[in-house]
């Protein structure tokens, strides 16, 4: 599997770019937001690449970003989202909105992609609404004060027990706003009863 290209950009277009490593000219599909970062023909670049192998084809889709990489991988994990659409949705929408859009739950702003109706939005918000990777500029509230040392540790009981990481921060937060003593034990099991 190609997981990474490194080498002069041959061509590029809002949709692909050719990447030229050693002499053998890589096509590599791209959303509008890695093409927006890309050198001009003739510079060095790096992508990072998923393989996506088919009976008749294997074709290589390339990011700026390993958050972006990331959001492409969970979006194609979505029935009826194939890599083609998950580029698609990437150009349509910056990945930050996208993840807000998803984690709130916000139909009306994922069918303004091109490509996506309202089942596929419906479907990406079931299905990844807590599976998400968190992306730099991606908020649900306002800005959270620091997690201390005793709160990360209950965070990490808590994933290791099975929660999602997001519900669990949400846990500790409530539990904390509700005068819980900031010893382990008792934060812990107030987070695990709060925890959805």
């Known amino acids: 599997m190609i997981a990474l290209l490194r080498g002069i950009l041959a061509e590029k277009h809002p949709n692909q770019a050719v990447v030229d490593v050693g002499g053998v000219g890589y096509e590599v599909s791209i959303p509008i937001s890695t093409y927006s970062k890309l050198p001009e023909v003739g510079g060095e670049t790096r992508l990072r690449v998923y393989t996506n192998v088919r009976e008749d084809a294997i074709q290589l889709f ?85 997690i201390s040392a005793l709160e990360e540790d209950v965070l990490s009981a808590l994933v290791n027990l099975g929660c999602q990481r997001t519900a669990a921060e949400a846990a500790v937060r409530k539990a904390r706003m509700a005068g819980v003593p900031e010893v382990f034990e008792p934060l812990f099991r107030k987070s695990l009863e709060l925890v959805r």
């Open 62 to 146: 390339g990011f700026h970003t390993a958050d972006e990489k990331a959001l492409f991988e969970k979006l194609i994990s979505v029935s009826g989202i194939g890599p083609a659409l998950a580029i698609k949705v990437l150009s349509g929408i910056d990945p930050a909105s996208l993840v807000n859009a998803i984690r709130r739950g916000e139909v009306d702003k994922l069918v303004k992609i091109p490509g996506v109706g309202k089942k596929t939005g419906e479907r990406m918000i079931l299905e990844l609404r807590d599976k998400l990777p968190a992306i730099e500029g991606a908020t649900d509230a306002p800005a959270q004060p620091p």
